[in-house]
Each structure stands twice: as structure tokens, then as C-alpha cells.
């Protein structure tokens, strides 16, 4: 059985990120937020516009002012007023002065800004107290960014910095990758929707919802197939449906070895290539990772296990970074993990990596995990609430003792 690190890597491999000139549609500054741009955006215009002011203060030739001490001030004539966003009307000639705002255009003649606190005004003359070297308090034109060069890259994430910086260059439309659609399908004879009323020995329909919230959050669309029972031909029919609408498939359950788990034969009978069938990971070790032809681009298959942790933990540790590289992010496709340090005793049976759900919390001293108190078995959904991330128990390891440092995957909002 393969590690998850390699699973992983492998997975990576086997996706297919949407087209940037395709998979492609523009959308309004105010819907941008959370969407991965498929254009890179270039300056229009030299940043900052203009050699401008970094302080409230005057505007003044180096020249005059290179003998002034708090002693032996040097007065200057102060010969107009510049306040931010407006140009400034005269050229400062030897001895001149311009009182000047944070922002505002420095006027010509003038090479360097004397900040007010240095300064005394007495009617239209002023005291400088310092003396300021060329330059001084001088935001230059084009010293941020040139026009023409690349302000943001395809790939990357329009988080709020990347809206500022957006709205700064006057990019009100922006093109960015569609949503990839993520086709959802839980499979078992058992199971049964939430608002079904409940027959001895089904079970609610958990995954389907879980999954899809998960895909969500990510930023793509889900698209709820449903539940589909354990018989070969309704699989077959609901599996081939997923592959034709979506850009990747997700179903649970079915991908064990019992004598109802079909998944694995119906997708060899619709002619997909099976990569995996199980991982070293508990919970999570049945995992088909399969890839098969729809009309666009070769498609992942992911058949998850059915018990709902199980599904949690392999969405977090193997479908998000695969839908991570699908949604065409240029970086950070792999699975976030950090470090912690354990406020429990961590325990695991050392044959497979072992996943333990809690919390994190930031302390002075850095990150610190907890883990949720009640069972750790696959089945139990219920002491997952509020979970942020897993603590990872390594192969050949049985015990990670409280106070001792552990790897955590990190499975709250997605890093940027
Ligand atoms: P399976 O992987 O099909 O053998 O299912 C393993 C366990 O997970 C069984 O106890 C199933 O009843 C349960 N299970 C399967 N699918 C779901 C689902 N969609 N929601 C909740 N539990 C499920
Ligand atoms: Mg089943």
C-alpha cells in the first residue's frame, strides 16, 4: 500500500488544470473575491503617477536648505499651497518654499519635502529647522511599478490585496477560470436522504451533504447526483452521467472489497484507468483514484470510502489539492500541514498514518492542538464539530506523547 505522501503526488500529477483561454469568463470587481484570475494584469499607468509628498509638510530645494540646524533655521518664502489632488501651479525658484500635503504633486523645482514638524510658519514665510537631503520624503514616480509591467499573475487568488491592487490599476472587469463542477454521488442500498423517515437499518445520506459544502467552500460548483443504490447498472448509469457534466467526479461508499462495492469494475467497464485503490491512512484506506476521457479533458475520478470520516479525511488530504491544481492556481496546491504542539496524548495502532480530528489555538508561544475529546472511528461523524485540523500519528509511531511537537493538516478556510 502506498504512502499519502505519494498517493498525493501522484494524484497531483494526474490532474488536469482548466484552460486559462477556455475555461475562462470576466467578471465584475465585486464578484472577483475568492475566483483565480486566468489573465495576468499589467499596469496601465507608472506607480506612484507622480513624484508626490509622503508627509504633510513643504516642498523645497535641497541647495537652500543644506545649512539649516534647529540653531540656525534657514526661511524660506512660501509660495503656494498644494493640497493632494491638485497640480501644483508655479516652479519653486532658490529661496521659494511650497506648503504641501501627503499625496500631493511635487512641484517642479522642488527635490525634497521638509516634514512640518521641522518647520515654523510665520505668514507667508517658514522656519526649517533641519536639513534635508535630496530626495527626502519623496514617493517617486514609477518607484513601485513601471507601466506595462505585471502587477498580478494568472493563477493567483483574488484575495482583498489583490482587489486593491485591481481597483488601483482601473481593472472593473477581470477575467478569471470558471468554476470547475464537481459531480457528487453517494452509493449504498442503505441509505436514505436527511428529510426521509428513517427504516430499521438505514442510514442518513451524510456524505452527500458534507462533500458538497466542502466543494463550496473551495469555490467550485457542486453538482448533487444523489443517491445511487448498490446495482451495477443504475451505477453505471449514474457514474457515466457525472463523468459527461463535470470537470471531476466525487462518489462515496462502494469502494471497499465486500460484495457490494462496484465502483471499482463499473469504472474498468467504462473503459477508466485505475491509478489507486487504497492509501496507507487510517481513517481513508480504500481510495480509488481513477482517470477516464469525457469530451473535454481527461477526468479524476475519486470513489471515497463510504464511512463519513473516512470521506472528510480523504477530501481534505487528496481531493483538495487535486481540485486546488484543477481550479487553475498557479501554487499551494498541496495539503497544508504545520506544526503544533499536542496538549494530548496522541495514540495509533503505528501500521498506517494515522488522523486524529481537533482544534488549534494560537497561543503567545505558537500553535497548540487538541484533540476531540470521544471515539476516533471512522463512523463517528458526531465529535467532528468544529474541527480545524488533523494531527498526523506517523507509520511506525504509537504514541505521541502531550507536549511534544505534531504535524497538523490544516482543514479550515483555504490558505491563499
Ligand atoms: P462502504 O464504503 O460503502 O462500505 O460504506 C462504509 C460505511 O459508511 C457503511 O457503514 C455505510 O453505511 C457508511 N456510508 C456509506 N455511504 C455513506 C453516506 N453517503 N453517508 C453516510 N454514511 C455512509
Ligand atoms: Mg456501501
Avoid at 54 to 63: E, F, K, L
Avoid at 188 to 207: C, H, M
Avoid at 382 to 410: C, D, F, K
Amino acid at each position: 500500500m502506498i504512502s499519502a505522501d505519494t498517493a498525493e503526488a501522484q494524484i497531483l500529477e494526474l490532474v488536469v488544470p482548466l484552460d486559462s483561454r477556455r475555461d475562462c469568463e470576466s467578471v465584475s470587481l465585486l464578484d472577483a473575491p475568492g475566483r483565480i484570475l486566468s489573465e495576468s494584469v499589467l499596469s496601465p499607468t507608472d506607480f506612484p503617477h507622480w513624484d508626490n509628498s509622503a508627509m504633510d509638510g513643504y516642498a523645497v530645494r535641497s541647495d537652500d536648505i543644506r545649512q539649516a540646524t534647529a540653531d540656525a533655521p534657514v526661511e524660506l518664502l512660501v509660495i503656494e499651497e498644494i493640497p493632494a489632488g491638485q497640480p501644483p501651479q508655479q516652479t519653486l525658484e532658490p529661496g521659494q518654499a511650497a506648503r504641501i500635503f501627503t499625496g500631493a504633486m511635487l512641484p517642479p523645482g522642488a527635490d525634497t519635502v521638509v516634514m512640518q514638524e521641522d518647520t515654523q510658519r510665520q505668514g507667508d514665510r517658514v522656519q526649517i529647522f533641519s536639513a534635508g537631503h535630496p530626495r527626502a520624503f519623496i514617493r517617486e514616480r514609477g518607484s513601485y511599478q513601471r507601466a506595462g509591467e505585471r502587477v498580478l499573475s494568472v493563477g493567483s487568488v483574488v484575495t482583498p490585496t489583490e482587489v486593491a491592487i485591481l481597483a488601483a490599476v482601473q481593472r472593473t472587469q477581470v477575467e478569471v477560470y470558471r468554476r470547475p463542477r464537481i459531480a457528487i454521488l453517494s452509493t449504498g442500498n442503505e441509505l436514505v436522504s436527511p428529510e426521509e423517515t428513517l427504516q430499521l437499518g438505514q442510514i442518513v445520506d451524510s456524505n452527500q451533504f458534507a462533500i458538497a459544502a466542502l466543494v463550496q467552500q473551495m469555490g467550485a460548483i457542486p453538482l448533487c447526483q444523489g443517491i445511487v443504490p448498490d446495482q451495477p447498472e443504475a451505477l453505471k448509469q449514474a457514474i457515466s452521467t457525472a463523468i459527461a457534466e463535470a470537470d471531476m467526479v466525487l462518489s462515496s461508499g462502494g469502494v471497499s472489497v465486500g460484495d457490494y462495492d462496484y465502483v471499482d469494475q463499473i469504472l474498468s467497464d467504462l473503459g477508466a484507468t485505475l491509478h489507486l485503490r487504497s492509501v496507507a491512512v487510517k481513517p481513508g484506506k480504500p481510495l480509488t483514484v481513477a482517470t477516464v476521457k469525457n469530451s473535454s479533458a481527461p477526468l479524476l475520478y475519486f470513489g471515497l470510502p463510504g464511512n463519513p470520516v473516512s470521506a472528510l479525511v480523504s477530501f481534505w488530504r487528496f481531493v483538495a489539492p487535486a481540485m486546488r491544481k484543477l481550479s487553475g492556481r498557479s501554487d499551494h496546491w498541496p495539503a497544508p500541514f504545520l506544526v503544533a504542539r499536542s496538549r494530548h496524548d496522541l495514540k495509533a495502532g503505528g501500521k498506517r498514518e494515522t488522523y486524529l480530528w481537533g482544534q488549534l489555538h494560537i497561543t503567545p508561544t505558537g500553535l497548540e492542538f487538541s484533540l476531540s475529546q470521544g471515539s476516533h472511528s471512522s463512523g463517528n461523524l458526531i465529535n467532528m464539530a468544529g474541527t480545524q485540523g488533523l494531527a498526523v500519528v506517523p507509520i511506525g509511531v504509537t504514541e505521541i506523547a502531550a507536549g511534544s511537537t505534531v504535524r497538523v493538516l490544516w482543514v479550515g478556510a483555504d490558505f491563499q
